[in-house]
Every structure is written in C-alpha cells, then in structure tokens.
C-alpha cells in the first residue's frame, strides 16, 4: 500500500534503502559494516522520472491564484465595468428619445388645452336651440345681403364706349352683366331685344343692356353676320361669348328660349 512518501517521491526502486529496512537487520554485510564504522551508508536512490502532470489554463476561477490569477481577475472585472456602462448608456439614450418623443413644450400644452376648451364649449353650445337659433340668423344675413344686392329690372341702352366700359368694370362684381350687341336692320336683333325686356323684369339682380355694333367699332362682317350677340360679364372678366345666335334660335323666338338657352349655358340660375 502506497505511503505519503511514495506519493510525493515517486515509487521505490531496486537499490531504494529505508530507514525501517535497516531497523530489521535484512541489510547486506557491507551495509553492516559500514554502520560499524560510523560511516554514513551510501544507497543510490533514484525517483522514477514521470511526466509532469498537465496544467490547465487558469480561467480565473481557481481558490489558488497567484500574480497571473489577479490580473486576470483584474482585467475581467475591467470588462466587465465596461460592459455595464456601455449598458447603462443605452438605456439613457432609449429613456431620453422617449421623454423627447412624448413631453411637449409647455406653449403646445397651453394651446392643446385652450383648442380643448374651445370644442368642449361648442359642444356643449350645439344644441337643439342653438343649431335653430343660428339657422334664424343665417337666413337674416343671407336676407340683408340680397336686399343691399343692386336691383335692375330693365335693359340699360349704351350709347358710347365708355359706358360699354364702365357698365362692365364699374359694376358690383357679384352682378352678372349681360351686354345685346344688336344691329337695327336685323330681324333676330329685334327679336332678341324684345326677349330681354321681358328676361331683365324677371330676372332683377342681373344687369341687362344693349348696345349698338357700330358704336362698338365691329367689322361689316360682325355687324351683318355675327349679330345678334350676347357678352357675359362678372367681376371684370368675360364669362360668356355668343355670336350668331340666329343660327341657333331663328329670327322668330320667344323670351322662353332665350331663357333656356341661358340656362343651358350657366348664365341664368333655374329657377
């Protein structure tokens, strides 16, 4: 059975000699002899030569650590720190995005709140009374403007440019002007003008008027071909051209097709 010794030296060899050996007396006479004499006995002992047993790396982990063990512990710690603030920084950055992306200036919050107050005011105003109280008003107002509105109810003759002009520009721009340029000779003219005698009476808030071609300065073609014609103004600005209209409506018409006609053509509204 193997002893302390023979684990920390190795196993024993041939010529190995112990100390209880020599105690029993089974040494050799020369081993003998050389007791008697008070000479050291000489014995080759020699250890077996085994390989050094392998050593793992250290990882840090071992209960024995020396010089090596501590840096690395040191170095691991190090990383470990690092780590962590690389985390904690993260984390900072996430938070402020979130509070950026969801707290608002307190000048947005004030007008957040005064837009709340004003919807929770006109909630509370829209009500059954409220809704006929303000429909009693819009008919009041719409009623006002139509009577400030300018009333016609004939055709206005113009005798030189500068009126034609000015009955154009000079004129409220939410009038409707509608300008007859007539030639006497021509029986659809005479026809037409006798039409918008009766138009302008039942149409009040539009401005008819007639004006002769040659006053205006057309060509002898215009005057003989192109007549009767009716020009559209509003605001200034030409909304309607209609030349030839015998062509379209015969020299014998009635107010009623001039009418349609109209109509047709967005001029006048349906009634």
């Known amino acids: 059975m193997a002893t302390l010794d023979d684990k920390i030296l190795g196993e024993k060899l041939q010529n190995y000699c112990s100390s209880s050996e020599d105690e029993d007396g089974g040494g050799s006479d020369d081993d003998r002899s050389g007791d008697e004499e008070g000479n050291p006995i000489k014995s080759e002992a020699k250890t077996s030569q085994l390989p050094p047993a392998p050593v793992n790396k250290w990882n840090g982990t071992a209960n024995n650590t020396g010089p090596k063990g501590v840096l690395e512990d040191w170095r691991r710690f190090k990383q470990l720190e690092a780590e962590n603030r690389v985390e904690l920084e993260k984390e900072r950055v996430a938070l ?150 015998a062509t379209e409506l015969g020299n014998d018409f009635f107010a009623t097709d001039v009418e349609r006609f109209l109509i047709e053509y967005g001029i006048l509204p349906e009634k």
């Open 96 to 245: 402020a995005k979130k509070l950026t992306l969801t707290v608002k200036p307190d000048r947005e919050a004030e007008e957040d709140k005064k837009i709340e107050e004003i919807e929770d005011e006109l909630n509370e105003l829209m009500d059954e009374e409220f809704l006929m109280q303000y429909q009693k008003q819009r008919v009041q107002e719409l009623m006002s403007q139509l009577q400030k509105a300018p009333k016609f109810g004939a055709v206005t003759t113009l005798k030189t440019k500068e009126e034609f002009l000015d009955a154009i520009d000079k004129e409220d721009p939410n009038v409707t002007v509608i300008i007859h340029i007539h030639n006497k000779k021509s029986r659809a003219c005479e026809t037409m003008n006798g039409c918008l005698d009766i138009l302008a009476v039942d149409y009040r808030d539009m401005k008819f008027c007639r004006i002769s071609a040659d006053i205006t300065g057309m060509s002898r073609l215009f005057r003989s071909e192109g007549v009767p014609a009716i020009l559209v103004y509003k605001g200034g600005q030409i909304i309607g051209n209609f030349v030839q209209l």
